[in-house]
């Protein structure tokens, strides 16, 4: 527990970050302009990025999943702690509200744990969100660097697994391809802690439903340099070469419902099965999922717990 009864109550800030997501076709210019640092896309470009966003009905789930799952982890945080008052607040990396801005308001708070939503994080991974905490930062703040390791992160998704795989008909060959989100390939830079946290969690789930034919692919990869292979299209093309009659995907990478799954998956990697004679199948995201939340809200506490 991380405090006791005799105690004054103390006020605990649980700050929740992601990447966020336009919430209309208007956000979409602000939001890219965002993450290419300042360079706005091309007018091309850009009509690109909302026709995507039309075929997914004009916005993804992400501000609507995450502020869900944000509303069940204070709940589950202050039946965990009954003798603080905990608060959980969400900020964005490229659209409002900002993190830096969000920060600034958290000075009251007793204590205050930064989660990331990428249970796979590493130092690298994590700097361009712990950035613009720095100028608030002080001994009483925790972050939360890394919670991949969670048994009920990987019991949330054995148990949609599970779920899916009873829909298959008996006679099907399935390839089950686990992904995540691509990184670039440059010099100097390491992301092995990355990839062995996924094929841990992927090795936990393929072992615990004996899964005969399973991967770990890359997708949503940028247009520039080298990435992370092998990609999700090699892997679908080479389920069709192979014979599988399904691919089902599992977008352990990821933590809920956003254009990575419902445009790069949804759209796109349907279509290459649809081509390739193949049935699309993809394992249902966390969205609403209670065990993730209990996943989320270990994290926290152990970062509570941690002497430091």
């Known amino acids: 527990m991380y405090m006791t009864e005799d105690k004054e109550i103390q006020q605990v800030c649980v700050l929740v970050l992601d990447y966020g997501s336009p919430r209309s076709l ?3 210019k602000t939001y890219y302009t965002r993450i290419r640092r300042g360079h706005g896309p091309s ?54 509200p900002l993190i830096g801005d969000v920060a600034k308001e958290l000075g009251h708070y007793d204590t205050v744990v930064v989660l990331m939503m990428n249970p796979y994080g590493t130092d690298i991974l994590n700097a361009s969100y712990l950035e613009p905490l720095k100028p608030f930062m002080n001994d009483r703040w925790k972050v939360v660097q890394h919670w991949a390791d969670v048994p009920t992160l990987v019991q949330s998704w054995t148990d949609r697994v599970q779920k899916t795989m009873r829909t298959l008909p008996i006679t099907a060959k399935p390839l089950y391809v686990f992904t995540a989100h691509s990184v670039p390939l440059m010099q100097g830079i390491s992301y092995d802690g990355y990839v062995h946290s996924l094929q841990r969690v992927m090795q936990s789930i393929a072992d615990q439903l004996v899964l005969p034919n399973a991967t770990l692919a890359w997708q949503s990869a940028g247009t520039r340099g080298e990435w992370l292979t092998p990609t999700v299209e090699t892997v679908t093309e080479q389920a069709g070469a192979e014979g599988h009659s399904h691919v089902v995907y599992m977008p352990i990478g ?35 999922d209670t065990l993730f939340v209990k996943a989320m809200a270990h994290g926290v506490l152990t970062a509570l717990l941690k002497e430091g």
């Open 43 to 96: 007018d091309e470009e850009l009509q690109g990025l909302r026709h995507k966003y039309e075929r997914i009905g004009g916005q993804s789930q992400l501000m609507e999943s995450t502020a869900w799952q944000v509303e069940r982890l204070q709940e589950e945080l202050q039946n965990e702690l009954p003798f603080a008052k905990v608060t959980v607040v969400q900020a964005h990396k490229y659209i409002e």
């Open 254 to 288: 990821f933590t809920c419902t956003h254009m990575e799954v419902s445009y790069d998956l949804d759209v796109e990697r349907r279509e290459q099965c649809d081509h390739l004679g193949i049935s699309y199948v993809r394992v249902p995201m966390p969205d609403r």
């Open 26 to 28: 208007e956000d979409v």
